[in-house]
């Protein structure tokens, strides 16, 4: 039976990607590194007391003092376990992977619910994306920016990014027509349509996405240290590898304490959306 040397084509233009772009390639890595490296530096100078502070501030604005209580003892229990710069790695990370996800995917979940041809194209690309294994993602990711931060990114990235697409999507075409309709009376142009009524009365879903977006770029932590990313996952990786079970646990209960505090808060935020549409 003849086979289909789809492994020998990928490979042929992975090849010629690396011959004729090699050169970007590089140079993107290394201007997106060293941003990182700022990032890293630059929170690295800010007293821990003073994040705690920040953090505290954001969950009792989103959500109550009942949560920022709790985000101060989570927090305060991450720095008593000396994992507070591997703590910032991981947010860093995180939060540039979620920022870039949102930048590209939020204006194709918008253009999507626009067109029905560009949502019709997009659909099966989303469901490939969310399917596939995460592990595959860290091969395109080797191939082009090798190890580190940038690989880690890169497959966080394209890992996370389907929710926030799917679902800006989902609550701009939920948006009551008839509401579309009294717009369109008033002369409204399609710029105005979709700032003064369909986004806003779309931001609970486009939230949520956003939530799911943050998550799932949390939870490529451990899978990008398999790639040279520092951080709390790194120290898990390093607690299998070793078979020091207390090492993991600590450095996977920073992990969830992470995941719970980014949570509550973008649901806050959420909450805080849904009350003043």
Avoid: C
């Avoid at 020091?244 to 808060?265: N, Q, R, T, W």
């Amino acid at each position: 039976m003849y086979r289909l040397p789809l492994g020998q084509w990928v490979n042929q233009g992975v090849e010629w990607l690396l011959k004729n772009f090699g050169n970007a390639f590089d140079a993107f890595t290394k201007s997106v590194t060293n941003i990182t490296d700022s990032i890293r530096n630059g929170a690295g100078l800010i007293p821990w007391f003073v994040i705690i502070i920040i953090f505290a501030l954001l969950a009792w604005r989103a959500k109550g003092w009942r949560l920022a209580l709790g985000t101060t003892a989570g927090l305060a229990v991450i720095y008593n376990l000396e994992l507070w710069l591997p703590f910032l790695d991981t947010l860093i990370l995180m939060l540039i992977a979620s920022v870039v996800s949102l930048i590209i995917g939020i204006p194709l979940g918008i253009f999507a619910a626009r067109s029905d041809r560009f949502h019709k194209i997009l659909s099966p690309l989303l469901d490939f994306m969310q399917t596939m294994p995460s592990f595959v993602y860290l091969i395109p990711a080797l191939m082009f920016f090798n190890l580190g931060t940038v690989s880690a990114v890169f497959a966080t990235v394209i890992f996370s990014m389907p929710p926030v697409i799917r679902l800006t999507d989902l609550g701009i075409r939920q948006v009551p027509i008839d509401l579309v309709e009294v717009g369109e009376a008033f002369g409204s142009s399609s710029y105005q349509m979709l700032w003064k009524i369909q986004l806003p009365l779309a931001m609970p879903t486009i939230m949520a996405g956003i939530n799911q977006t943050m998550m799932l770029s949390l939870s490529m932590v451990v899978i990008s240290a398999m790639i040279g990313a520092q951080g709390l996952g790194a120290g898990v990786l390093a607690g299998i590898s070793q078979m020091d079970i207390g090492k993991g646990f600590e450095y996977g209960l920073a992990v969830v304490i992470l995941a719970m505090i980014l949570d509550s808060l973008s649901q806050g935020v959420a909450r805080n959306s849904r009350g003043t549409k």
